[in-house]
């Protein structure tokens, strides 16, 4: 398959996908909670990124009710994960959790209360972010499990699968130097950052693939175009959630 780098794109030249029609078979999942969470996975470099920004801009642009969070941001946490990179002191077991503490946070003040608040919540990579990087630092899959066992189940979870060698081209491409731990040098795969990084990722998607029947991943083609993937989000969005019940309220009231 051919090597492409997904260019960053202005969400105004994505296509306006169609507007929730009342014929969408809406297959939601029963929840304790009137929100909804869509969350996006998978290694770096494959476009979850890029593609949940889009997602949040149209619907943003749309007035519906959002909240946008991202792995390993909680402010209770970052300072303290910070220096322990840099004194290069986290063990595979404290960086797991590190990130546990970080989620586990970000769940009990944002996720969860906006959940049920009625409010449609974006996650740039979940709990399965950890599965899948934590089994590839050798911690047990089992004990992980258990760890985040806390979490609400999302209603989809994009998996943005890109061949190894397409997706460790973008991060070579964009960044002048890979991180100690972003590269996995901690695991001793390589003396060579750019291969350490490799073997890293290359394990990771391993753990990916593993759960994408169990956890119901929903699969997107990271190599196709951006304007095409993100058609595909948008419709797959909108033919599982009924995004009316995000809508300002003034519109809600006059679709009813």
């Not at 969350?39 to 979850?48: H, L, R």
């Not at 049920?116 to 050798?138: E, M």
């Not at 795969?189 to 994408?212: K, T, V």
């Not at 969005?237 to 300002?248: G, N, Q, T, Y």
Request: positive net charge; charged residues 25%.
């Amino acid at each position: 398959m051919a090597t492409r780098t997904v260019p960053a794109t202005d969400p105004a030249s994505i296509e306006p996908a169609e507007a929730p029609g009342e014929d969408s078979q809406l297959l939601e999942p029963a929840r304790a909670y009137p929100g909804a969470l869509i969350v996006v996975e998978g290694i770096d470099g494959s476009g979850k990124s890029t593609q949940l920004y889009l997602l949040k801009r149209w619907l943003e642009i749309g007035g519906y009710r959002l909240h946008f969070t991202e792995w390993n941001s909680s402010p209770l946490v970052k300072s303290a994960t910070r220096r322990g990179k840099q004194r290069r002191l986290l063990t595979p077991t404290t960086f797991s959790l590190l990130h546990a503490a970080d989620f586990a946070d970000r769940c009990e003040r944002q996720i969860l209360p906006l959940l049920h608040s009625g409010y449609l919540v974006l996650a740039d990579r979940y709990i399965y972010t950890a599965f899948a990087r934590d089994v590839a630092r050798n911690c047990s899959p089992r004990w992980l499990r258990n760890l985040y066992r806390f979490a609400p189940i999302p209603d989809i979870t994009f998996y943005f699968r890109a061949p190894l060698d397409v997706a460790v081209n973008r991060i070579m491409s964009g960044r002048p130097k890979l991180k100690h731990y972003e590269a996995g040098m901690d695991l001793n795969l390589s003396l060579d950052r750019a291969e350490s990084f490799r073997i890293f990722q290359g394990r990771i998607l391993a753990q990916y693939d593993e759960m994408i029947e169990s956890d119901h991943f929903v699969v997107m083609d990271g190599t196709l175009p951006v304007n095409k993937l993100q058609k595909q989000m948008r419709q797959y969005v909108k033919s599982r959630i009924d995004l009316s019940r995000f809508a300002p309220k003034k519109a809600a009231r006059r679709a009813r």
